[in-house]
C-alpha cells in the first residue's frame, strides 16, 4: 500500500519565479535555443544515484549529443530546497535538469519552476509511471516532474542480535514493540528512529487506521486529533522512548551506519532501522571493490543481516511511506532541448534497469 503525504514547503524566495507561470514553462527562457553543443549540468540529490550510473549517464550524453558534455552535481538533501530556490531563478546558474523530493515536488511545480515536459510524457513512459509521483509533479494538468526512483520501506534487523536474544520475525505490531525494547540497552537501540522521523512514524497511525488529513471538495482537514490517530502516535512514542537512542530532535537519519558494525569491528549502534528498500547497499561488512575503494557488502552475510515488512496491528503487512524522487527540467535553462535528450536516457529501458538492479 502507497501513501503519499501532501505536505508542501514555504519557498518565500521562489516568489521570484511566479512571472513564470506554471503555464508557460514549456517556453525557452532564451527564445531560439537550439542542442547545439554546450555544457548542461545535472543536479542529483544524495548519494542514491551510484558513481556507475553517473559515469554511464556522462558518457552515453557525450555520445549522443557530439560537442557537448554533462556535469552531475550532488547535492545533499538538507541542503536541496535552499539552494534549489536560489538557483532555480537564475538563468547563469541554474542546474538545467534537477532531482527532487517527491514530497517537495509540489512546491516548486506549482509557482512554475520546472519546465512543461507534458509533450515527453508518453515517451518517457506514460501511464507505466507511477501515478502517485506523477500527480505531485503536475499543475493544471500539465507535467513539469516526473517519477525518478521510489521504494517502499523496510526493517532492517541484525540477524545475529536477534538469534542471540531468542527473538523471531514478529507478526504483529505489539510483537515488534516488544522484541526491539528487549534488545535495547545501554548502549544498543533496539530500533534506531529520531523523534522528529515522520516518514518512518507515520506507519504506525496508518497501521492503526489513522490518517493524517482527510479531503473533501478539494479541501484538507487535520485528522491528527482521531482516535485512531492518536492511538498510533502514542504506540509510535511509546516505541522510541523504549527502544531507541537517537535524540528527539532528529528526523532525516543515515540509519544504516548504526545497523553496521565499525571500520575496527566495534559492535554497532542499533538492532534495526527502518530505511527504503536501496538502503542494503550501505549496510554489511566491508570489502574492496574492483576499483580499490572500501564499501559495504549489501549484507551478504545473512546470518548476520536480514529485512522483514514491519507487520500489521493484527497481523498482516501494514502501511508504509513510498518515498523516492522525481526529476525535472529548470523553466530557467538556456539549453532546454539537450536536457529533455538527458531525460531521454534517464528514462531509457538501458539506464532503467541499471537503477532498478541498484
Known amino acids: 500500500m502507497v501513501r503519499n503525504s501532501g505536505i508542501a514547503l514555504t519557498v518565500v524566495g521562489l516568489l521570484a519565479l511566479t512571472a513564470c507561470s506554471s503555464g508557460d514553462t514549456g517556453t ?31 558518457d552515453t550524453f557525450a555520445a549522443e549529443n557530439e560537442g557537448s558534455t554533462l556535469v552531475i552535481e550532488e547535492q545533499a538533501w538538507g541542503d536541496l530546497v535552499t539552494k534549489l530556490t536560489t538557483a532555480l531563478p537564475d538563468a547563469e546558474n541554474t542546474p538545467d535538469v534537477v532531482e527532487i523530493g517527491n514530497t ?46 521510489f521504494g517502499s520501506r523496510y526493517m532492517f534487523y541484525r540477524k545475529d542480535l536477534w538469534t542471540a536474544a531468542g527473538l523471531e520475525v514478529p507478526t504483529t505490531l505489539s510483537e515488534f514493540s516488544d522484541a526491539v525494547k528487549t534488545l535495547t540497552t545501554s548502549e544498543l537501540s533496539g530500533m534506531a528512529m529520531g523523534g522528529q522521523d515522520w516518514r518512518n512514524g507515520i506507519s504506525w497511525v496508518f497501521a492503526n487506521g489513522g490518517e493524517l488529513a482527510t479531503e473533501d471538495g478539494g479541501e484538507w482537514t487535520s485528522t491528527l486529533s482521531d482516535p485512531k490517530t492518536i492511538a498510533g502516535l502514542e504506540m509510535w512514542q511509546d516505541l522510541y522512548a523504549g527502544a531507541s537512542h537517537i535524540p528527539s530532535t532528529e528526523r532525516d537519519v543515515a540509519y544504516w551506519d548504526f545497523l553496521n558494525d565499525a571500520g575496527d569491528g566495534t559492535a554497532p549502534d542499533a538492532a534495526t532501522i527502518m530505511a527504503p528498500g536501496w538502503a542494503r547497499w550501505s549496510i554489511g561488512d566491508l570489502t574492496t571493490n574492483d576499483a580499490g575503494e572500501e564499501v559495504r557488502d549489501g549484507m551478504a552475510d ?45 528514462f531509457s529501458p538501458e539506464y532503467q534497469q541499471m537503477l532498478g538492479e541498484n
Do not use: C
Not at 35 to 49: K, P, Y
Open 28 to 58: 525557452d527562457p532564451t527564445g531560439d535555443a537550439t542542442a547545439e553543443g554546450a555544457e548542461i549540468t545535472l543536479w542529483v540529490a544524495g548519494g542514491d544515484t551510484p558513481q556507475e550510473l553517473r559515469d554511464y549517464l556522462v
Open 104 to 149: 517537495q515536488s509540489p512546491t516548486f511545480t506549482t509557482i512554475g519552476a520546472f519546465r512543461d515536459i507534458s509533450g515527453l510524457y508518453d515517451e518517457l513512459g506514460g501511464d507505466k509511471l507511477l501515478p502517485s509521483f506523477v500527480e505531485v509533479g503536475m499543475a493544471d494538468g500539465k507535467n513539469y516532474a516526473l517519477p525518478y526512483y
Open 302 to 346: 545473512t546470518a548476520k543481516f536480514g529485512i522483514f515488512a514491519l507487520p500489521g496491528l493484527e497481523g498482516g503487512i501494514a502501511p508504509v511511506f513510498a518515498g523516492g524522487s522525481n526529476i525535472a527540467i529548470s523553466a530557467t535553462s538556456q539549453h532546454p532541448e539537450l536536457a529533455e535528450n538527458l531525460m531521454r536516457i534517464i
